[in-house]
Every structure is written in structure tokens, then in C-alpha cells.
């Protein structure tokens, strides 16, 4: 993801939604 781990917003969004899911 880029230089120093930082996340695209894109990434941030997939990566959101998806401890959204495994919450559940």
C-alpha cells in the first residue's frame, strides 16, 4: 500500500468493511 504502510482511501474502505463483517 504505498511507502510507511499508510492506506489509500480505497484500501481503508475495503479493509472497514471487512472487520464490519467478521465482527458479525
Do not use: V, Y
Not at 504505498?2 to 482511501?9: D, Q, V
Amino acid at each position: 500500500a504505498g511507502k510507511g504502510g499508510e492506506l489509500t482511501h480505497d484500501e481503508a474502505t475495503i479493509i472497514s468493511g471487512a472487520l464490519d463483517l467478521t465482527e458479525k
